[in-house]
């Protein structure tokens, strides 16, 4: 089972650490999407930095590095368990967060997490793309609405029947994420972070 999980965490943190935005942005010759911007490797600043149809392609891809390590594992390993999906659902987010490609500087993680939570059970992903969408509409943050999945996502795996021990083994890859999103939260505190509507009505007057 060692061997197992060690094969599952270098395979995640690869597949997460693939730089969707950065290659993008590239693409496109928008320059280093990591010295731009936010800095940061990620989908919302892809929508910053060359709009917002390249940035819905950077989204789908990132969802797809985790819902499909998740699909992935479940066929290599017959007798996979919630362990083995969270390992490598943790680590593929830890290499969204910090990818190998682009000097450990990446995303937020929201995207690859989603996907992640879909590929584990996509009653509990439907139920937490609800809540992260009433979020967004009632607050106008992204960053806000995905605190609170990461706070109610263990709560969830628990409620639906997983066992506690196994659950909580996202915690940490949790806590990375509250952790990783810490400066857009004590801007939304501050009233200082840009929301969905004023980038787009921004986006509209350009």
């Given amino acids: 089972m060692i061997f197992n999980l060690l094969i599952i965490a270098v395979l995640g943190y ?27 490797a990620g989908a919302t600043n892809v929508a910053i930095i060359a709009g917002l149809k390249p940035s819905i392609i950077t989204g789908a891809i990132d969802f797809s590095k985790g819902f499909f390590l998740i699909i992935l594992i479940k ?3 017959s007798d996979w368990n919630l362990v083995y999906l969270i390992i490598g659902g943790s680590f593929a987010i830890v290499g969204h967060l910090y990818p190998l490609f682009t000097k450990f500087k990446g995303g937020k993680g929201h995207a690859t997490f989603a996907g992640v939570i879909m590929g584990i059970n996509y009653v509990i992903g439907i139920i937490c793309a609800i809540i992260y969408l009433i979020s967004i509409f009632i607050t106008d943050q992204a960053g806000l609405g995905m605190t609170i999945i990461c706070i109610t996502f263990p709560i969830f795996l628990i409620v639906f029947g997983f066992s506690v021990g196994q659950s909580l083994t996202i915690v940490p890859a949790m806590l990375l994420m509250i952790w990783k ?4 939260i004590r801007r939304i505190r501050e009233r200082d972070e840009l929301g969905w509507r004023s980038f787009f009505k921004n986006r509209k007057k350009n």
Wanted: no cysteine; hydrophobic share 45%; glycine share 8%.
């Fill in 14 to 40: 690869l597949l997460g650490s693939f730089p969707t935005a950065f290659l993008i942005t590239k693409l496109l010759k928008k320059g280093n999407i990591t010295e731009l911007g936010t800095k940061n």
């Fill in 75 to 77: 066929i290599i390993f």
């Fill in 181 to 184: 999103n810490r400066f857009n």
